[in-house]
């Protein structure tokens, strides 16, 4: 079985500062890991993914995140955020190959104050 | 292309009630999931459906229950409803068991009183 924790429950920011949301995994077997976001009253849309390859990943909306195996991590950041990255994030883990069933994590709160 | 689509958005049901819930997967998916997500919480997945039968289960009670149609809708039943069942419930369609990428509908709140 996978899980993950999301360190921090709410990161409060100011609009154009950088921003890492933490998100460590366990797994005893090789994984993929996705980043979503959630906006208020709306479904999860995918930010980004790792399957395989590089481990440093790019998403949508400027945000990227790398994959440490040795740390069983995958961070996300973003350079300068913005008003409108308000939201709440989720990382999920599935296990590599069969069918995707991801396991989320409780979510990060990102607050980006004016 | 039309996304995923759920209804009803809210739902008022008293404590022994029965519930379905519906959803309306991304043209030419033919995998669908169920999730719970608690006030608060990440989603819990419930269970997944691929050409309409069920293709993995989380760790909830028998009385959730799903069905998947053959044009790849997908109903979630509850059943004998518990003032833990309060929760938003996301489906999410897919182009198959394997494919990673999910698509997720805006979600039906449920309340039980």
């Known amino acids: 079985a996978q899980s993950v924790t999301q360190l921090d429950s709410q990161v409060p920011v100011f609009e154009e500062a950088p921003v890492e949301l933490r998100c460590n995994y366990s797994s005893s077997v090789s994984v993929y890991l996705f980043w979503y976001v959630q906006y208020p009253n709306q479904g999860l849309q995918l930010l980004l993914k790792y399957l395989s390859g590089s481990t440093l990943v790019k998403g949508i909306n400027g945000f990227e995140a790398e994959f440490n195996k040795s740390q069983t991590s995958f961070h996300l950041r973003k350079p300068s955020v913005h008003i409108s990255d308000t939201a709440e994030y989720f990382c999920?883990?599935?296990?590599?190959?069969?069918?995707?069933?991801?396991?989320f994590g409780r979510g990060t709160s990102l607050i980006v104050h004016p | 292309e039309t996304g995923v689509t759920q209804s009803p958005t809210h739902l008022i049901k008293t404590r022994g009630q029965q519930v379905t819930l519906r959803c309306s997967s991304q043209s030419g998916h033919n995998t669908v999931s169920w999730y719970q997500q608690a006030l608060g919480q990440g989603p819990q997945f419930i269970f997944q459906y691929y050409r309409e039968e069920e293709n993995g289960r989380g760790n909830f009670p028998p009385r959730f229950s799903g069905l998947q149609f053959p044009n790849y809708s997908s109903e979630l039943n509850v059943n004998a409803l518990e003032l833990d069942d309060s929760a938003l419930y996301l489906c999410a369609s897919s182009g198959g068991q394997y494919t990673d990428t999910q698509y997720f509908g805006p979600g039906t709140r449920l309340t039980v009183l």
């Open positions: 999920a883990v599935s296990r590599s190959g069969g069918s995707y069933i991801p396991t």
